[in-house]
């Protein structure tokens, strides 16, 4: 399969630095291979979702020179696929209901084991909906961070793949939605990097491929803590987007041309320089 890549954001907010480094690094490496980037809407948790964000961050994207391989997908268009998800797993009875609160799950360090809920059954209001985990390690070898490994049980335990409210976790919808679409590489920030072993659990109990995975260090704020969407912090400007791709380009260990004068022009002479071996000398880096 030729290389396939996405950027799939989440409407919290507008496109800030750190997700502009992210759709950035996720088209250069799709470029680089000679590949598809595609771009995915994550509009499945309504609750955090900010009026207006998805339509704002689909309109920037072209302005920083961005265009996708294809219609974007919108995943609250997509339930019946992760309906058909879970009735499979459901039937492998590798999901189970589970009332137990957070408060219950504090005493345990928070973490849910060997499908053994602390709360009774409650007929009267809707379960969430957990997967069983194995107690065995999870790896794989991340592009650019390294082997990475993790006990699923010890670390995690069983996790939640639909929640009460019934909107579907964000786990089984990336997983679903990245076979479907085909990506063969997920390229994305650091901040996910723990997620990646649920995922590969959930992508070897629904028979899907894994894709490879390549884990970007995250921008933060001038105090070190990743940037917030919800804080409005460090959004970035499509009307005058030059200023602010070259900052994402020179994070990525990249030297911006300072005589482009279009997004594209900009990109395009990135795109001759670019290495995803290069990305070793970017870190976690504060933003002013």
């Given at each position: 399969m030729?290389?396939?890549?996405?950027?799939a954001p989440s409407p919290t907010g507008l496109l800030h630095a750190g997700s502009l480094v992210a759709a950035v690094g996720s088209w250069l490496c799709a470029r680089h291979a000679?590949?598809?980037?595609?771009?995915?809407?994550?509009d499945i948790d309504p609750p955090r979702e900010v009026a207006g964000s998805a339509a704002a961050i689909l309109a920037a994207l072209p302005r920083f020179g961005l265009m996708a391989d294809?219609?974007?997908i919108q995943q609250s268009s997509r339930i019946a696929?992760?309906?058909?998800?879970?009735?499979?797993?459901?039937?492998?009875?590798?999901?189970?209901?589970c009332w137990c609160s957070r408060s219950e799950l504090a005493g345990v360090s928070g973490i849910h084991r060997d499908g053994h809920c602390l709360a009774s059954a409650d007929p009267s209001r809707p379960p969430a909906w957990r997967i069983r985990?194995?107690?065995?390690?999870?790896?794989?070898?991340?592009?650019?961070?390294?082997p990475q490994k993790q006990s699923l049980r010890e670390e995690v335990g069983d996790f939640v793949i639909r929640r009460v409210e019934g909107f579907y976790s964000y786990q089984l919808a990336c997983v679903v939605d990245d076979a479907w679409q085909g990506v063969t590489e997920v390229v994305r920030g650091s901040d996910l990097l723990d997620s990646t072993p649920r995922q590969i659990w959930l992508q070897h109990c629904l028979g899907l491929p894994t894709p490879r995975y390549l884990h970007l260090p995250l921008v933060l704020d001038s105090q070190g803590r990743k940037l917030s969407k919800s804080e409005r912090a460090l959004e970035v400007d499509p009307i005058d987007p030059l200023p602010s791709l070259r900052r994402a380009l020179s994070f990525l260990g990249l030297t911006p041309d300072e005589n482009a004068s279009d997004p594209s022009a900009l990109l395009d002479a990135a795109l001759a320089q670019f290495d995803p071996r290069h990305l070793t000398q970017c870190s976690d880096h504060r933003a002013a």
């Open positions: 030729s290389y396939r890549g996405r950027f000679g590949g598809q980037w595609l771009v995915r809407m994550e294809g219609p974007v696929a992760y309906d058909a998800a879970f009735e499979q797993l459901r039937r492998a009875d590798l999901v189970f209901p985990v194995p107690d065995e390690e999870i790896a794989f070898v991340d592009a650019l961070q390294g």
